[in-house]
C-alpha cells in the first residue's frame, strides 16, 4: 500500500487535534474581579495550549519526516499509525484538565499533571513503536537512511522517554515544572542534533 492516504488522513487527524486546544480555552463568564483579571488568571490555560500545540506539531514534522522516507506501508504500520493518532487525538483533553485545575492548585493540580505528562509519554511510545517497526523492516523504509544514521537516530529518539518518566515524578510535586519539562521536551524533538527524525534528501 502506499503512503499518501495514509498521510492525507494523519494530517487530517494532526489538524483537528491542534485545533481543537483553542477550543478548550474558555472565556469567562461574569467575572467577579473584571475581566482582565479573569483573563490574567487563566494563565495555566495558554501554557498547557501552546506546550500542547508546539508537541503536536512537531510529532507532526517528525511523523511527515518518518513517511518521507517510507516506500509503502504495510498493516502493522497502518495500526501503530492509528494507535499514534489515538494519543494525538485524545491530547486535548487532558491539556483543558491541566489548564483548569492548575488555576485551582492543591493535589488536584498535581493528579491533572501526571494525567497531562501520562498522556505525553504514551504518545512518545506510540511514536517510537512507528519509528522501531519502519527501520526494522527496510522493504518498508527503503535505502534512503543508512544502518549507522538509523541506529544514531533511535539513540537519540530513546534518550527522551526516561524524561517522561521523570516528568511524571516532578508532576507530583509541581505542575508548572512539570509542563516546563514537556516544553523542553518538545525543543529536544524539534532539534536536528536532539531526536528529530531527518527528512528525506533530495
Known sequence: MSTSRIEAFSDGVFAIA?????????????????LGRALLDQWPS??????SFFVIGIIWINHHAVFDHLVRVDRTLLFLNLLLLLCIGVLPWPTNVLGTYMQEGGADERV???LYTGAMTLMGIAFGALWTYATRHRDLLGETLSDEEIRTRTR?????TPVYGLAMLIALVSAPACLVVNALLAV??????GGAIPHRRV
Do not use: D, K, M
Open 18 to 34: 491542534i485545533t481543537l486546544l483553542v477550543l478548550e480555552i474558555h472565556v469567562p463568564e461574569q467575572p467577579e474581579n473584571g
Open 46 to 51: 495558554y501554557a498547557s495550549y501552546v506546550v
Open 112 to 114: 491533572a499533571a501526571v
Open 156 to 160: 537519540r529518539f530513546t534518550v527522551g
Open 188 to 193: 529536544y524533538y524539534a532539534l536536528p542534533a
